[in-house]
C-alpha cells in the first residue's frame, strides 16, 4: 500500500514539473510574451530600435523623475477628493473647490509631459521623427465602449 502511495506521487510530481517546463519554455519561444523591457518607455518610444532607446533612455529617466512631484501632488488631489465625497455634510462648494485644483494639477501635468516630449523628439533624426509620425497615425486611440451605463433613476 506505501509502495503504490508512493508511485502517484511521483507520476504526480513528474506530470507537475514537466507542465511547469513546458509553460516556461512556451512563453520564452512566443515573440511578445513575458517580460517587455521597452514596457518601461513611453509609448512613443518604443519605435525607435534599441540602441537608440538605450541611448535617449538617461533623458527620459530624468523626465521621469522630474515628473514624480507633479504625480504626487495629482494623487494627493484625487485622496482629496474621495475624503471630500465621503465628507459629512456634503459641501458643493469644496467638492467644486477640490474639482478646480485637480483640473490645475492635470494642466501641470500635461504642460510637464509635452515638454517632455518636445525635448524627446527634439533629439531625434528626420528619419526617426518620421517614423514616430507615421506610427502615430497608425494608432487606435479608441476604447471599447463601455458594457453597461449605470442607471441614474431613483
Known amino acids: 500500500m506505501k509502495s503504490k502511495w508512493i508511485t502517484v ?23 511578445g510574451s ?28 530624468e523626465q521621469r523623475t522630474n515628473m514624480r512631484p507633479t504625480m504626487r501632488a495629482l494623487r494627493k488631489k484625487h485622496r482629496e477628493l474621495r475624503s471630500t465625497l465621503t465628507k459629512k455634510p456634503f459641501n458643493r462648494d469644496t467638492l467644486a473647490a477640490t474639482l478646480q485644483e485637480i483640473r490645475t494639477q492635470l494642466g501641470q501635468v500635461q504642460s510637464q509631459t509635452h515638454a517632455g516630449f ?32 449605470p442607471n441614474l433613476e431613483p
Not at 12 to 31: D, E, F, K, M, Q
Not at 121 to 138: G, P, W, Y
Request: aromatic letters at 8%; charged letters at 25%; hydrophobic letters at 40%.
Open 9 to 31: 506521487l511521483l507520476i504526480t510530481s513528474i506530470c507537475v514539473n514537466l507542465a511547469l517546463a513546458g509553460y516556461i519554455v512556451g512563453n520564452r519561444s512566443i515573440p
Open 118 to 149: 518636445i525635448e524627446f523628439v527634439t533629439h531625434l533624426s528626420d528619419e526617426e521623427r518620421d517614423q514616430l509620425a507615421a506610427d502615430m497615425a497608425h494608432r487606435k486611440h479608441r476604447r471599447p465602449p463601455p458594457r453597461h451605463a
Open 34 to 61: 513575458g517580460f517587455d523591457p521597452t514596457r518601461s518607455y513611453p509609448r512613443w518610444a518604443r519605435m525607435l530600435p534599441p540602441e537608440r532607446r538605450e541611448v535617449l533612455w538617461p533623458l527620459m529617466r
